[in-house]
Nanobody, 121 residues
Framework: QVQLVESGGGLVQAGGSVRLSCAASGSIFSINAVDWYRQAPGKQRELVAFITSDGSTNYADSVRGRFTISRDNAKNTTYLQINNLRPEDTAVYYC???????????????WGQGTQVTVSS
């Protein structure tokens, strides 16, 4: 019904920047909260940022000041700008959306497939 597709990852040098995108498509009525998570090798998935439907944002302490989450409602796309990348930012980044669909009542959770960010020192 709904697909979330991340893009923008890759190999980046420490100190560099990257912008990840999460594009939603399908039977979307509205996209409510959208979160970005990351999972490093051997570690649990962790929440790094979220944005609500009215644009309120919050960040994990470990990324605050370097990560910026934003959304373009017209494009059903959420972005994660990452600046001053560090080797410890290396992870697969996933977006997660709470979406109201046109085909059923209520809200549903959807995940993207993830995009790899690798930071070289």
């Amino acid at each position: 019904q709904v697909q979330l597709v991340e893009s923008g990852g890759g190999l980046v040098q420490a100190g560099g920047s990257v912008r990840l995108s999460c594009a939603a498509s399908g039977s979307i009525f509205s996209i409510n909260a959208v979160d970005w998570y990351r999972q490093a090798p051997g570690k649990q998935r962790e929440l790094v940022a979220f944005i609500t439907s009215d644009g309120s944002t919050n960040y994990a302490d470990s990324v605050r000041g370097r990560f910026t989450i934003s959304r373009d409602n017209a494009k059903n796309t959420t972005y994660l700008q990452i600046n001053n990348l560090r080797p410890e930012d290396t992870a697969v980044y996933y977006c997660h959306g709470l979406v109201a669909v046109t085909t059923a009542p209520g809200e549903y959770d959807y995940w993207g497939q993830g995009t790899q960010v690798t930071v070289s020192s």
